[in-house]
T-cell receptor, first 117, second 112 residues
Framework: AQKVTQAQTEISVVEKEDVTLDCVYE???????LFWYKQPPSGELVFLIR??????QNEISGRYSWNFQKSTSSFNFTITASQVVDSAVYFC??????????????FGTGTLLAVQP | KAGVTQTPRYLIKTRGQQVTLSCSPI?????VSWYQQTPGQGLQFLFE???????NKGNFPGRFSGRQFSNSRSEMNVSTLELGDSALYLC???????????FGQGTRLTVV
C-alpha cells in the first residue's frame, strides 16, 4: 500500500542552523513522483519540488536541497542557514502512476518547523 | 498569471445543511483535485477531475460530491453536513497527470 511517513512532528531550530526534514515512502509502483510542499500559517500549500522515481540526482535550489535515495525509499529535505521565514509546516507527498496518470497526492502528516530568531 | 482561486474563504454552516465550494484553476490547467485537511486526519484526497470527468476518488462517503465545468472550474458539494466535516478544503490545479499541483488558499468550513 502507498504511504508517506514524516516521523518528525515538530522541529525547532535557531536562525542560521541547518535543518533536515525526513520523508520515507512506500509504494508498489515502479514509476512514481515525490513532492515537497510548504504550508505557511495562511494555509495555502506552496509547491517546492517534484521528482520522478528515475531521477535520483540530488537537487539544490538556493538554500534548499533534496536527497532522494531509492534504496532506502527516502526523500529528505534540507534547509541550509534557516531563516524565520522558513517557519511553516512542510509536507512530503507521493503520486503513483499504476492506475494511469493522476494528480492524486498521498501526503505525509507534515513536520512543523519553527525557526527562532 | 492568476493562481488558484477558491471561494468562499470562510463558511459557517449548521449540521444537516449542505454546502457548495468553488475552485477556479490556473488558466490552461485541466485537472482539479480536492483535499480535506483536519488536525486529526491530516491532508486527505477527496477527488480529481480532468476534462469534466472524475478521474480518481478518495475514501469519503457519498455526501461528498464534485463536478467540473467545461471551463475547468470545479465545485464540490457536501450534503447533510456533520460536525466532523469542519475542515480546511483545498483545491489543487494541475496541467495534466503527475505534474506539479498548485493549491488555492482553501475554504475553511465550520459546521456548528
Amino acid at each position: 500500500a502507498q504511504k508517506v511517513t514524516q516521523a518528525q512532528t515538530e522541529i525547532s531550530v535557531v536562525e542560521k542552523e541547518d535543518v533536515t526534514l525526513d520523508c520515507v515512502y512506500e509504494t508498489r509502483d515502479t514509476t512514481y513522483y515525490l513532492f515537497w510542499y510548504k504550508q505557511p500559517p495562511s494555509g495555502e500549500l506552496v509547491f517546492l519540488i517534484r521528482r520522478n522515481s528515475f531521477d535520483e540526482q540530488n537537487e539544490i535550489s538556493g538554500r534548499y536541497s533534496w536527497n532522494f535515495q531509492k534504496s532506502t525509499s527516502s526523500f529528505n529535505f534540507t534547509i541550509t542557514a534557516s531563516q524565520v521565514v522558513d517557519s511553516a509546516v512542510y509536507f512530503c507527498a507521493l503520486s503513483e502512476t499504476y492506475g494511469g496518470a493522476t494528480n492524486k497526492l498521498i501526503f505525509g502528516t507534515g513536520t512543523l518547523l519553527a525557526v527562532q530568531p | 498569471k492568476a493562481g488558484v482561486t477558491q471561494t468562499p474563504r470562510y463558511l459557517i454552516k449548521t449540521r444537516g445543511q449542505q454546502v457548495t465550494l468553488s475552485c477556479s484553476p490556473i488558466s490552461g490547467h485541466r485537472s482539479v483535485s480536492w483535499y480535506q485537511q483536519t488536525p486529526g486526519q491530516g491532508l486527505q484526497f477527496l477527488f480529481e477531475y480532468f476534462s469534466e470527468t472524475q478521474r480518481n476518488k478518495g475514501n469519503f462517503p457519498g455526501r461528498f460530491s464534485g463536478r467540473q465545468f467545461s471551463n475547468s472550474r470545479s465545485e464540490m458539494n457536501v450534503s447533510t453536513l456533520e460536525l466532523g466535516d469542519s475542515a480546511l478544503y483545498l483545491c489543487a490545479s494541475s496541467l495534466m497527470g503527475n505534474t506539479e499541483a498548485f493549491f488555492g488558499q482553501g475554504t475553511r468550513l465550520t459546521v456548528v
